[in-house]
């Protein structure tokens, strides 16, 4: 079974600073994809950035971006210029490519706090 | 707006009852999920559907049931079998396999008294 561990329970940062959170994941697939969910205090959980396996490329969405580490089984997500609105729980995600559908296997959460 | 709706965001109810918590989207997806989240152990499936009436367990099905009679519903209801119910309820929904994304509702808040 997949697992999915992030380290860090909650972090802060200054705003207009980089954050990065960890998240480490163990699995014998060769073929899956990785995600980072925003959960602002609304509850509502938010996409921030998808990452596929076979891609050697870091996926970026404007101030994130991602270090995947495919053999060291790493998924870090770097937030540039940190915003207060940035300001939530982010929940790293693994998924593999199965015909059953699109179950997600989540870590535990990071809370990230932005002050000003 | 597209979206997912779920009903009601808090709800109250004593030991020994059953609940139902509604989900709607109207995104025209196939697939539909439901998740539990308690502190500090992230999100926990509990049954997903890929097609109408058709749906399979999730990691901690015990105690829940589901239906799928319409695409746009996905009904979750608690049983008095759940032995620990009170949690926060999530359900989301995808177009496809491929991009893996899933769109979530806002959530429901369950007390058992």
């Known amino acids: 079974a997949q697992t999915v561990t992030q380290s860090q329970p909650e972090m802060s940062v200054q705003e207009a600073e980089t954050v990065t959170l960890s998240c480490t994941y163990d699995?014998?697939?060769?073929?899956?994809?990785l995600f980072w969910y925003k959960q602002p205090p609304s509850r509502q959980m938010i996409l921030v950035i998808r990452?596929?396996?076979?891609?050697?490329q870091n996926a970026t969405e404007n101030r994130f971006s991602v270090n995947f580490q495919k053999a060291a089984k790493s998924f870090s997500l770097k937030i540039s210029d940190s915003q207060l609105g940035d300001t939530a729980m982010y929940f790293c995600?693994?998924?593999?490519?199965?015909?059953?559908?699109?179950?997600?296997?989540f870590g535990a959460g990071t809370i990230l706090r932005v002050k000003s | 707006d597209g979206g997912i709706t779920q009903s009601p965001k808090y709800l109250f109810r004593k030991e020994g009852q059953n609940v139902t918590l509604s989900c709607e989207q109207n995104?025209?997806?196939?697939?539909m999920y439901w998740y539990r989240q308690d502190p500090g152990q992230g999100l926990r499936l509990i049954y997903y559907?890929?097609?109408?009436?058709?749906?399979q367990k999730g990691d901690i099905a015990e105690g829940y049931s589901v239906s799928r009679e319409k695409k746009e519903s996905f009904p979750l209801t608690v049983t008095s079998a759940q032995k620990n119910p009170t949690a926060f309820y999530l359900c989301?929904?995808?177009?496809?396999?491929?991009?893996?994304?899933?769109?979530f509702g806002e959530g429901s808040r369950l007390t058992v008294l």
């Open positions: 995600a693994f998924m593999k490519l199965w015909a059953g559908g699109n179950k997600l296997v």
């Open positions: 559907s890929q097609i109408v009436n058709d749906f």
């Open positions: 990452q596929e396996a076979y891609k050697q």
């Open positions: 989301a929904s995808s177009m496809d396999r491929i991009t893996g994304e899933l769109f």
């Open positions: 699995t014998s697939e060769s073929n899956y994809y």
């Open positions: 995104l025209n997806h196939d697939a």
